[in-house]
């Protein structure tokens, strides 16, 4: 089935940077979806860009999708300690398994 | 309502009783789904149910975890006998359509003793 590899692994950053995120998956997607899962808690989605754009935005978070490199990278800009959490790529195939798979993500450190 | 609901937050079992986890999805999704997450990696997809009937259970371990979504009722998630490798934290979440945001509620952590 398809899931996405997030890396780094882990990210540690001072309050104000900005952090990258990188996925990388293996089959054609219809669309892939970035999510965010703060400690002891679910995952919150925080945008999704389908198979035919490259590039969406929503607030301080910019996602890009390269679907011949079948990669996607998340930025968040002026990073805050909020940010704290794990992000988790979900490359969506919608044949096989319908269902959202995830990787092992990011754990990102915002020091403030 | 407006958020998935996942009871009870925490479960107990000693190895080999029976636990039973519940989950309630947002009111006009069409899709569940369950996952199993331990220590903190990542997420085990199990199963996934359109309205009361199984999507795909692919994910699932056939011989000790079953999994329902009744009409008007939580959908629930059994595993009989649980074993020390059962504990671990098991989302649910739900959708409108399988292609769109999943909502996911915060989880039960199960932990077999």
């Known amino acids: 089935s398809q899931q996405g590899e997030e890396d780094p692994q882990a990210l540690s950053i001072q309050e104000g940077e900005n952090a990258t995120m990188n996925c990388s998956y293996k089959?054609?997607?219809?669309?892939l979806q970035w999510y965010r899962q703060n400690s002891g808690r679910g995952l919150v989605h925080l945008i999704l860009i389908r198979s035919n754009e490259r590039e969406k935005h929503s607030g301080r978070l910019r996602v890009t999708l390269d679907t011949s490199k079948k990669s996607s990278s998340l930025l968040i800009t002026a990073s805050r300690a909020a940010d704290t959490a794990s992000y988790f790529c979900a490359p969506f195939q919608g044949t096989g398994r319908r269902a959202l798979t995830f990787g092992s993500g990011t754990r990102l450190q915002v020091q403030p | 309502g407006e958020e998935v609901a996942q009871t009870p937050k925490h479960l107990v079992r000693g190895e080999g009783q029976k636990a039973k986890l519940y989950c309630a999805p947002i009111k006009g999704h069409s899709y569940v789904f369950w996952y199993q997450q331990v220590l903190k990696n990542e997420f085990k997809f199990l199963i996934s149910f359109q309205n009361e009937n199984v999507f795909d259970e692919t994910g699932m371990p056939k011989e000790r975890f079953s999994a329902k979504c009744l009409p008007n009722s939580p959908c629930s998630l059994e595993i009989q006998a649980t074993k020390l490798e059962d504990s671990a934290v098991y989302f649910c979440?739900?959708?409108?359509?399988?292609?769109?945001?999943?909502?996911f509620g915060q989880g039960t952590r199960l932990t077999v003793v």
């Open positions: 089959t054609s997607i219809n669309n």
């Open positions: 979440a739900s959708s409108q359509f399988t292609n769109t945001e999943a909502f």
